[in-house]
């Protein structure tokens, strides 16, 4: 993600850990997912939330209320779910700092909250529970570790927002005035966590499916206006569009999507960015299939990564061609600021990139 907890105290320089190879050869050859969930207990539950960390540290929030975190590059995780969550559906979860966590689980009506720990999930409180049975929360971004927002599917004709100024204690829906209407049958995906990023202090997109066309939607205000972007990723069904967004700065951004179903193929799903999100040039080789989750590596103008159920892929030219280097299934990404990129998916699936 492009905001989440680890990008929030990234160091100034990169630090002295081997990158994945440049160029346009075949370099994902030398990169394997290398599975973290073997002592991570029983459960099946799915990972769609994640927050990369440090290579020693990762957090991943899932199904029935699920959220595990390790300390110790996953030999172990740590069952820190919030008690009572059991029915809970959470798709996103971002990490403040050592201690402070936010995580998101969606739903219709009040199946739609926000949860929040101090003590590094000993503990949880809940900060947000909608109210407004026509409401739909899919993802959150934080720029920085007091300002985030949240992001509602259509109500009345546009999305809806929820903005935070202290750390996620307190949200307070924003005007939609400034937000541009969505088009018939448009709404976000909650796939990965990453249908709404963020880079910088005050910048944020928005992914979007379902309609004529699948839009990236921009603010450059903290989620006061919006301005609207057609990409080439095809859309036309509900079940297609941009499911994920990375944006390594203000300027440089990535989408992955779609069509979820595994019996429809998905050409064209993958879109790059050199304007933050003003226009969209469709990658001249883009993944093979669905994908729902994108990272770039910290530190690197060219490196990426993006996820699926039926792979993962990796450019090393800043998204205009993908390689295919691995078969698992995976539903999100995220890297750390020092290099570690960490991956989770289905049956309670986590792994870690290696070389």
């Avoid at 919030?82 to 995580?103: C, H």
Wanted: proline content about 7%; some cysteine.
């Amino acid at each position: 993600m492009a905001a989440g907890a680890a990008s929030l105290a990234a160091p100034t320089a990169a630090p002295a850990a081997a990158a994945p190879p440049r160029g346009n050869g075949e370099p994902a050859a030398h990169w394997h997912w290398n599975l973290k969930n073997a002592t991570s207990g029983t459960t099946t539950a799915r990972f769609r939330g994640l927050a990369a960390v440090s290579r020693t540290t990762a957090w991943v929030a899932g199904t029935g209320g699920t959220v595990l975190r390790t300390r110790d590059g996953g030999k172990h995780w740590s069952d820190v779910s919030p008690p009572g969550a059991g029915a809970l559906e959470f798709r996103d979860i971002e990490v403040l700092d050592a201690r402070r966590a936010v995580v998101l689980a969606i739903g219709e009506g009040e199946a739609s909250r926000v949860l929040r720990t101090d003590d590094a999930g000993a503990t949880w409180t809940e900060s947000f529970r909608n109210t407004d049975p026509r409401a739909f929360y899919d993802c959150l971004t934080f720029f920085d570790r007091h300002h985030g927002l949240a992001l509602g599917d259509p109500v009345d004709g546009k999305y809806r927002i929820l903005s935070t100024a202290d750390g996620g204690r307190s949200w307070q829906v924003l005007p939609s005035s400034g937000m541009p209407p969505a088009r018939k049958g448009e709404a976000a995906f909650a796939a990965s966590g990453q249908c709404l990023v963020s880079a910088g202090r005050r910048d944020a997109w928005i992914a979007t499916g379902g309609a004529d066309r699948a839009r990236v939607l921009h603010t450059t205000d903290r989620g006061r206006t919006w301005t609207a972007a057609d990409t080439p990723v095809p859309a036309g069904d509900p079940a297609r569009g941009v499911f994920a967004l990375a944006f390594r700065d203000r300027t440089h951004g990535l989408a992955v999507g779609g069509d979820y179903r595994p019996d429809q193929t998905s050409p064209r799903a993958a879109a790059v960015s050199a304007d933050g999100g003003t226009t969209w040039a469709p990658s001249a080789t883009p993944p093979e299939a669905y994908r729902s989750g994108a990272a770039w590596l910290p530190y690197s103008r060219h490196t990426a990564l993006a996820v699926g159920p039926s792979g993962s892929d990796l450019t090393t030219d800043g998204g205009r061609t993908w390689h295919t280097f691995d078969r698992g299934s995976y539903d999100t990404v995220d890297c750390a600021p020092d290099l570690a990129c960490w991956a989770a998916g289905e049956k309670g699936r986590i792994a870690r990139l290696e070389p």
